[in-house]
């Protein structure tokens, strides 16, 4: 499995982003997906997950502002960013992990970059 993570770029506070997240197979039937970030100097944190059944679950500095989504027919994983602040920050990675066989696979980050 491959993941391919785009979308990132440079913004000024309040903007938007939308960020992708392209998987070489169909895998969201199996695995939950999620959007980490990582900011300079910080741990990876969780921003949004979505589980195979398609509930989601957002961290508290998210919430309200990023939705998750996908596309299992085009095996895409979104992340629509509204009301980005500069803590938004980071590198942004997705994620797939299946609990049951402990399969985890990475995708290459993509920067967001959000301007004061």
């Known amino acids: 499995v491959q993941l391919q993570a785009s979308g990132g770029g440079w913004v000024q506070t309040g903007g938007s982003l939308r960020l992708s997240c392209a998987a070489s197979v169909g895998i969201f039937s199996r695995h939950y997906m999620t959007w980490y970030r990582q900011a300079p100097g910080k741990q990876r944190e969780l921003a949004a997950r979505?589980?195979?059944?398609?509930?989601?679950t957002y961290a508290d500095s998210v919430k309200g502002r990023f939705t998750i989504s996908r596309d299992i027919a085009e095996n895409t994983l979104y992340l629509q960013m509204n009301r980005l602040k500069p803590e938004d920050t980071a590198v942004y990675y997705c994620?797939?992990?299946?609990?049951?066989?402990?399969?985890?696979?990475w995708g290459r980050g993509t920067q967001v970059t959000v301007s004061s």
């Open positions: 979505i589980f195979s059944g398609g509930s989601t």
């Open positions: 994620n797939a992990y299946h609990s049951l066989s402990g399969s985890d696979y």
